[in-house]
């Protein structure tokens, strides 16, 4: 894949419940199955702490660090002070060497979105009139201006990434 190209940027969006998680795993194995190197992106509206209490890393960020990052040779992880909730775009910048990101959450940014519903979470579609809607994944039939793919049907919706985010592009298996 040219280096010169954006990221993809892909949310996968729904009701809490409904399998988002669940189904960002099965996509991440199944494109990693496929070569490709995906990021992923959690989003969480209500904060969080990524570090544990008393550890190094958490004593230089308590003490006022503006950026903390911790290395290893397995990993590389930082929390940084932000002044607003950023945008997969705006973080698009911290995932060098992948092809495609997948975030959880952000229904309402303007990105391509691959909506979960679970009927017996939630009955109708949050971004049914979101033009940035391009697919749906759900436990029961629906008529839908966007392809509709069933929980079961995994192999079927990394193509469709693929063919529609990747330009069809074919990476050798990774086995």
């Keep these: 894949m040219s280096e010169e190209r954006e990221i993809p940027i892909i949310s996968v969006v729904g009701a809490s419940g ?13 494109l990693r199955q496929r070569g490709f190197r995906v ?3 959690k989003h969480d ?15 230089h960020k308590k003490a006022g660090a503006a950026v903390s990052l911790i290395s290893s040779p397995k990993g590389i992880g930082i929390v940084m002070d932000v002044d607003h909730d950023h945008s997969p775009l705006e973080l698009r910048r911290f995932f060098n060497g992948v092809d495609i990101i997948l975030a959880e959450g ?3 940014e303007p990105i391509p979105k691959i909506e979960v519903m679970r009927q017996e979470v939630h009955d109708t579609l949050f971004c049914k009139e979101d033009q940035n809607l391009v697919a749906v994944v759900s436990d029961r039939p629906m008529d839908s201006r966007v392809p509709h793919f069933s929980f079961d049907e995994v192999e079927g919706i990394a193509e469709f990434i693929v063919n529609r985010f990747l330009d069809g592009e074919k990476k050798v298996q990774v086995g």
């Design 39 to 41: 990021g992923t992106i």
């Design 18 to 30: 409904a399998g988002k998680t669940t189904l960002m795993e099965k996509i991440v194995k199944e």
């Design 45 to 59: 509206a209500h904060g969080f702490e990524m570090d544990r209490p008393g550890k190094d890393s958490w004593r």
């Design 106 to 108: 952000y229904k309402r």
